[in-house]
């Protein structure tokens, strides 16, 4: 697919109207998309490996908890 | 945005002897994402292996480097009339793009050259301050 209707796609899919935008500004816009992106599916990843090992949340540990052990 | 560049306007052998006269002609900038859709469509080859942005900015950074314009060379001077080509909301072909200039005359392509290397600088400041 060429360069420009996958920006296009990228952008449609980030609700962000392309008409008008300058390209350099598309481009990084892009960019931003895709780390975001990237940065949403490591979480999600992070998230799903924690829950097949059982693991509800991540918290900091409390005076409490180290007490409790 | 229009950018006005000298062309020449008159190129002809009246009597054996070469007529040549130069004007000016008016382009419509269009720094939009159809200038990739151009440079994808016109030069397909090309765009396979880069963007027009990583292209426009190879061609600038050396524009803007060289002092001596008269050097340029001639693969040079395509790819710069290719870049700019692609920036320009025009039904002309890249070759009759191409014959609307004139290379024999030293003084003109000075000029030519000093009107592109603004099209270029008007390309990079456009953009957001944060990107240009």
């Known amino acids: ?69 | 945005m229009k950018i006005t560049l000298p062309i020449k306007s008159k190129d002809e052998i009246k009597d054996g002897k070469r007529i040549l006269a130069y004007g000016e002609k008016e382009f419509e900038l269009d720094m939009s994402l159809n200038c990739q859709m151009r440079w994808e469509s016109k030069f397909p080859e090309q765009a396979g292996k880069e963007d027009l942005i990583s292209y426009t900015q190879r061609i600038h950074t050396v524009l803007e480097t060289q002092k001596n314009l008269n050097k340029l060379t001639a693969p040079f001077m395509i790819s710069m009339f290719k870049t700019i080509y692609c920036y320009f909301d025009t039904d002309l072909t890249f070759v009759q793009f191409l014959k609307l200039f004139d290379f024999s005359s030293l003084e003109y392509t000075g000029q030519l050259i000093n009107k592109i290397k603004e099209v270029f600088e008007v390309i990079s400041s456009e953009a957001s301050e944060k990107n240009s």
């Open chain 1, 1 to 69: 697919m060429p360069l420009s209707l996958r920006y296009i796609q990228a952008l449609a899919a980030a609700g962000i109207d392309w008409h008008g935008l300058h390209i350099i500004d598309i481009t990084s816009l892009v960019y931003s998309i895709r780390i975001d992106n990237a940065r949403q599916k490591l979480e999600m990843d992070k998230k799903k490996r924690m829950s097949e090992r059982g693991i509800k949340e991540v918290r900091k540990a409390t005076e409490a908890d180290f007490n409790a052990l």
